[in-house]
């Protein structure tokens, strides 16, 4: 019971791709989220100075 291996998943090169991309994307999104996130505050800072 305990000691048997999961049963093995068929391999597919071509969705294995399509979710690495995905994830990709993913962190592309998050990554210039992030840096519109820091502009827009640094953005208000000057403003604030002016």
């Not at 399509?18 to 953005?43: F, G, P, T, W």
């Amino acid at each position: 019971m305990g000691n048997q291996p999961p049963p093995k998943q068929n391999y597919n090169p071509l969705q294995e791709k399509q979710k690495i991309e995905i994830a990709c994307m993913k962190v592309k999104y998050h990554l210039e989220l992030q840096r519109d996130r820091r502009l827009s505050q640094a953005n208000n800072k000057e403003k604030q100075l002016i």
